[in-house]
C-alpha cells in the first residue's frame, strides 16, 4: 500500500513537471497554427522584407521589415546604454566597492530591476521624451534614441546582476597572481578577470538582449509608432511587440490581419529562442572553463 | 614578501619609480568610467522615483484609493484598479505555485538523468525567456478564444501563471536544493518513505526560500501589462468584479489607457502618476519583504 | 531544526492562502450580477460613452458597463467575434466588415448618435492656421515635407496621424485624403488626447482630432477658408463632418436598447452636448 502511494505521487510530479514542456509547446503550436493562414496567402519573402506595413488597407500590405529593423535598431541601441552601464556597475560593485557601499548598492540594483515595465514607458513618455525633444530641438522626443535610451535603463539591472554573478565565478587565485606580477587594479580588471568572465559576461549581455527585444510597453509608449524603417535614431519607429500590442485589439478573428499579428509573434519567439540558446551554450562553455562543471 | 616589499624591490621595481606612469592615469580614468556609471544609474533610479513621488503623492488620498472612478475618470479613485490586479495576481499565483512546486519538486527528487528531464529544463529556459506579450497572444487565442472563457479573470490569471511558472520553478529549486542532504538522510534512515521525507522535511524546510521566490514573483506579475491586455482588461467598469468571468480594470493597464485613451489629459496625468506610486510602492514593498526574508534566511541557514 | 518556527510561518501563510484565494469565489454567488454591457470602440466616441454609461448606471443601480477604447475597428472586431455588445465608431462599417459579420452571424444596426468634425490642428506658435485639402493631402501623403513649402516657417512638418483601428483616421482618410496613404513616417498615435498632445508639445506638428477634443493648446486651422466649429459641423459647410454610430447585433432588446434610448434622449444628447459634439437630432446631413 505504502509503496503504490509512493508510486502514485512520484507519477503526479511527474505528469505535472511535464506542464512547463506542455505550455512551451502549446504556444509554439499555436503560433504556427494562427501565422500559417498568412503564408499560404501571400508570399514568405514579401512578408519579412516587405517595407510597407499597411495591414488595414484593401488590398493589405503586411511588409514586416520595418517592424523588424525598428526592434533591431531599438534593441541595439538599448544595449549601448545597458552594456557599459551595467557590466560597468558589476565590475565596480564586485572590486571597488566596500562592504557597507555594497549592502546598499545591491538592494539598489534590484529594486531597478523590479519597476514594472509600464512605470518605465509612462516616465519615459511623460519626463524624458519632452526633455529630450527640448534638449535636441528635434521634432519629436517619442523616438528611436528615447526608447534605446529608456530600455536599455531597464535591462540594466539584468545585465548588472548576472554581470556581477559571471565576474564573481572568476577564481581570486587569477586576481592575486595578476597583482602578484605587478599590475594595477585596473589592469588586473580588464586584462584578467574581464576576460576570463567573458563567457559570462556575454551570456549577461545575451538575456539582457533577449529582454530588450520582448519588452512592449515601454516601446508602446515611447518609440513614436511610425511603421517606417528609421532614417535616423531620431525618428519614429514601431518595434514588432508595440506593433502586436496596438493591432491586436482590431484584427478580427481570422482575418489576414490576425494571422499576421501571430507571424509577427511567432517571429519575435524564434528570436527569443536563438536568444536563449545561444545564452545556454555560451554559458555552459563558461561553467567548464572555470571547472565549475556542469 | 607581502605586496608592498615586492611593489618596492622586485622585478618591475625600477619601471615603478617615476612619478606619473600611463598605467596610473589609465586607472583613475577607469575607475572614474566606472564609478560613472552606477552614477548615471543611480540617477535615472532617483529621478524616476523622485518624479513618481512628488507628482504621484499630491493624487493619492484615502478617497482615491478606496472609492471608484466617476465623472469620466476625472474624480474618485481607482479602487476597482487596485482590487483588480490583486485578484489577477492572486489568481496567477494559486495557479502557478502547485504547478511549479510540483515540477521543481520533481526536479530536484525524482527525476533521473534522461534526455526528457533536460528537455523539460530547457523548456523552462525558454519559457522564462518568451516576450510578455506573445504570453497574451497565446492566452488570447487559447483561453479567450478555444477554451471560451472570454475576456476575464480566469484569462488574465492563467496567463499571467504561465508567465510566471519559471520564476517559481527556479526559486522553489534553489529552495529545495538548499536543504541539507543531512536532513533527508536521516529521515530515511529513520524508515520514512521518500514520500514522506518530502512532504514533511523537506517542503517544511524549504518553505522559507519558496516563499521568498514567491513573493518576488508576485511582485513581477503585478505590475504586468502586455499579457492582460487583450485576456483580461477593460478601460472602466462601475463597480468589483463579480465573478471570475468579469473583466476587470487593473493598475499596469490603467496607467496605459490613462495615458492614451483619457479624455482629460490635465487631470488623468495626475491619475496616472498616482496610479503609479501605488503600483511602484506595491511592487517594491513586496520586493523588499522578499529581499529581507532572503537575508534573515541566509543568516539562520548560513549560505 | 528549524521546524518549529517555519511550521507557524506556514500556517500562517497556509490560513491567509486559503482567505484571499476563497474571496473571489464568495463574490460569485450573485446571479444577476453577470448582465454586464460592453461598449467598446472609437476613441472619439469614449467620453459620450463613458459619462453616458455613468449616468444611466447612476439612474439605474442594477446596471453595469464596462466602457473600453481602442478604436472603431477594435469595437467593430469585437462586435462581429461577439465580445462587445455595443461597438462605437467615428466611421461608417466598411463592406468587408459587414461581410464578416454576417459570416459569424452577426447583423450589424446602425445607429446615429452624435455628429462630429474632424478638426485639423496646428502648434500654437505655427502662424499657418489657414489649410485648404489639397494642402493637407499633400502634407499627409507627403508630397510636402517642409512649412515652408506652403507659405509657412522654415520647419519640418512633424506629421500627426492615428493607428489604423482609428475611425478617426478612416474618416479622415476618405474626407481629406481621398483614399490615398498616409505617409508610412508619420507618428501613429493611439488616440485623439494623444494627437492633442502631442501637436501641442511639437512645433512643426500638424494632427487631425475629434472636434470635442480640441484644446486651448493647440490651434485649430480653417479647412478651405471654413472653421471648424459646432455651427459649420451642424450646416455641413465643414468639410470634415461626420456621425458618430453605435453598432449592435441586430435592433437592440433589453437593457441595451435602454441604454441607446438614454444616450438619444435629450438628457442624454445634452451629455453629448457637453462633450463637444453635435446632437444627432440636429444634423442636416
Known amino acids: 500500500m505504502r509503496h503504490f502511494k509512493e508510486t502514485l505521487y512520484k507519477w503526479i510530479f511527474t505528469i505535472l513537471a511535464f506542464a512547463s514542456l506542455l505550455f512551451l509547446v502549446g504556444i509554439i503550436l499555436t503560433l504556427f497554427r494562427e501565422s500559417y493562414p498568412l503564408l499560404v496567402r501571400h508570399d514568405f519573402f514579401d512578408i519579412v522584407f516587405g517595407r510597407f506595413w499597411y495591414p488595414t488597407y484593401d ?11 525598428a526592434s533591431f535598431v531599438v534593441t541595439f541601441g538599448a544595449m549601448a546604454v545597458c552594456v557599459p552601464i551595467g557590466v560597468g556597475t558589476a565590475l565596480f560593485l564586485h572590486e571597488l566597492a566596500s562592504a557597507p557601499q555594497r549592502a546598499v548598492m545591491k538592494p539598489v540594483i534590484e529594486i531597478l530591476a523590479g519597476i514594472p515595465s509600464i512605470v518605465y514607458g509612462f516616465f519615459g513618455m511623460i519626463i524624458v521624451a519632452p526633455f529630450i525633444q527640448n534638449l535636441l530641438g528635434i521634432p519629436t522626443g517619442l523616438n528611436a534614441f528615447t526608447a534605446s535610451l529608456v530600455l536599455g535603463i531597464m535591462a540594466t539591472p539584468t545585465v548588472a546582476s548576472l554581470a556581477e554573478d559571471a565576474v564573481s565565478f572568476v577564481p581570486s587565485s587569477f586576481r592575486e597572481a595578476s597583482l602578484a606580477l605587478g599590475a594595477n587594479q585596473w589592469q588586473t580588471l580588464t586584462r584578467v578577470v574581464v576576460p576570463a568572465a567573458g563567457s559570462g559576461i556575454s551570456t549577461a549581455i545575451i538575456l539582457g538582449i533577449g529582454r530588450a527585444v520582448g519588452e512592449t510597453m515601454t516601446v508602446l509608449m515611447v518609440a513614436g509608432g511610425a511603421a517606417a524603417i528609421p532614417g535616423s535614431v531620431f525618428d519614429p519607429v514601431r518595434p514588432m511587440t508595440a506593433t502586436i500590442a496596438a493591432e491586436m485589439g482590431e484584427a478580427v478573428m481570422g482575418s489576414a490581419h490576425f494571422h499576421a499579428l501571430f507571424a509577427i509573434g511567432l517571429i519575435l519567439f524564434l528570436i527569443t529562442l536563438v536568444v536563449n540558446i545561444f545564452a545556454e551554450i555560451i554559458s555552459r562553455r563558461f561553467r567548464l572553463k572555470l571547472g565549475l562543471g556542469r | 614578501m607581502t605586496r608592498q616589499t615586492l611593489r618596492e624591490n622586485g622585478p618591475f621595481a625600477a619601471g615603478r619609480k617615476k612619478a606619473l606612469r ?75 505555485l502547485p504547478l511549479g512546486l510540483a515540477c521543481a519538486i520533481y526536479l530536484c527528487e525524482y527525476s533521473p538523468k534522461t534526455v526528457l528531464v533536460n528537455i523539460i529544463r530547457l523548456s523552462i529556459n525558454n519559457l522564462a525567456g518568451i516576450p510578455s506579450i506573445v504570453f497574451g497572444l497565446f492566452g488570447f487565442a487559447v483561453f479567450v478564444k478555444v477554451f471560451g472563457f472570454g475576456v476575464s479573470i480566469l484569462s488574465g490569471s492563467l496567463t499571467l501563471g504561465i508567465m510566471a511558472l519559471p520564476g517559481i520553478i527556479s526559486a522553489s529549486q534553489e529552495a529545495i536544493l538548499a536543504v541539507p542532504q543531512s536532513y533527508k538522510e536521516a529521515s530515511l534512515a529513520l524508515g520514512a518513505t521518500h514520500w514522506q521525507t518530502i512532504a514533511r522535511v523537506v517542503l517544511p524546510s524549504a518553505f522559507p526560500g519558496i516563499l521568498t521566490g514567491v513573493i518576488l514573483n508576485i511582485g513581477r506579475v503585478a505590475g504586468e501589462t502586455a499579457p492582460i491586455l487583450f485576456t483580461a482588461v477593460t478601460f472602466y467598469t462601475r463597480g468589483y468584479p463579480d465573478s ?31 496610479c503609479s506610486l501605488i503600483l511602484l510602492s506595491l511592487v517594491l514593498a513586496i520586493s523588499a519583504v522578499a529581499i529581507i526574508l532572503r537575508q534573515r534566511q541566509r543568516r539562520i541557514y548560513g549560505s | 531544526m528549524q521546524v518549529p518556527n517555519t511550521a507557524r510561518l506556514m500556517n500562517i501563510s497556509r490560513r491567509f492562502l486559503c482567505l484571499i484565494v476563497l474571496l473571489p469565489a464568495l463574490s460569485c454567488s450573485d446571479p444577476e450580477a453577470n448582465n454586464i454591457i460592453t461598449i467598446k470602440g472609437s476613441t472619439t466616441v469614449l467620453p459620450v ?120 483616421f478612416e474618416a479622415f482618410e476618405k474626407l481629406a485624403l481621398d483614399g490615398q496613404k498616409v505617409r508610412p513616417d508619420a507618428l501613429v498615435t493611439a488616440s485623439n488626447q494623444v494627437v492633442n498632445m502631442t501637436v501641442a508639445q511639437t512645433p512643426g506638428a500638424i494632427g487631425y482630432l475629434g472636434y470635442g477634443y ?72
Open chain 1, 59 to 69: 488590398p493589405p500590405e503586411f511588409g514586416m521589415f520595418p517592424l523588424i529593423a
Open chain 2, 22 to 96: 600611463g598605467s596610473d592615469v589609465s586607472q583613475a580614468l577607469g575607475f572614474l568610467l566606472l564609478g560613472a556609471c552606477i552614477v548615471f544609474a543611480l540617477f535615472f533610479l532617483g529621478t524616476i522615483l523622485y518624479f513618481i513621488l512628488v507628482r504621484g503623492a499630491p493624487a493619492i488620498s484615502w478617497e482615491f484609493l478606496t472609492s471608484v472612478p466617476r465623472r469620466a475618470m476625472t474624480q474618485g479613485g481607482v479602487a476597482p484598479a487596485i482590487v483588480g490586479t490583486f485578484y489577477l495576481t492572486v489568481g496567477a499565483i494559486s495557479f502557478s
Open chain 2, 244 to 274: 471570475v468571468f468579469s473583466e476587470v480594470m487593473a493598475l499596469p493597464y490603467h496607467i496605459y489607457a490613462l495615458m492614451t485613451e483619457g479624455t482629460r489629459p490635465e487631470i488623468q496625468t495626475q491619475i496616472a502618476y498616482g
Open chain 3, 49 to 168: 460613452a463613458q459619462i453616458g454609461a455613468e449616468v444611466f448606471m447612476d439612474r439605474h443601480p442594477g446596471a453595469d458597463i464596462s466602457v473600453q477604447g481602442g478604436g472603431s475597428g477594435v469595437g467593430i472586431a469585437s462586435l462581429i467575434d461577439g465580445t462587445t455588445q455595443i461597438a462605437t465608431s467615428s466611421r461608417k462599417i466598411k463592406k468587408e466588415e459587414t461581410a464578416k459579420a454576417k459570416a459569424a452571424g452577426v447583423h450589424p444596426f446602425e445607429t446615429i448618435v452624435a455628429m462630429d468634425g474632424i478638426a485639423v490642428a496646428v502648434n500654437p506658435s505655427n502662424s499657418m492656421d489657414r489649410l485648404t485639402t489639397p494642402q493637407i493631402r499633400d502634407i499627409y501623403t507627403g508630397k510636402v515635407s517642409n512649412w515652408k513649402e506652403i507659405g509657412g516657417d522654415d520647419r519640418e512638418i512633424v506629421v500627426i496621424s492615428r493607428d489604423t483601428s482609428s475611425g478617426t
Open chain 3, 214 to 285: 480640441l484644446s486651448d493648446r493647440v490651434r485649430a486651422a480653417s479647412v478651405d477658408g471654413v472653421r471648424c466649429s459646432e455651427e459649420t459641423i451642424r450646416s455641413g459647410r465643414y468639410p470634415l463632418a461626420r456621425p458618430l454610430y453605435i453598432y449592435t447585433n441586430g435592433r437592440p432588446t433589453g437593457e441595451v436598447e435602454r441604454f441607446i434610448d438614454f444616450l438619444l434622449s435629450e438628457e442624454g444628447q445634452r451629455l453629448v452636448k457637453e462633450q463637444g459634439f453635435i446632437s444627432a437630432r440636429e444634423r442636416s446631413l
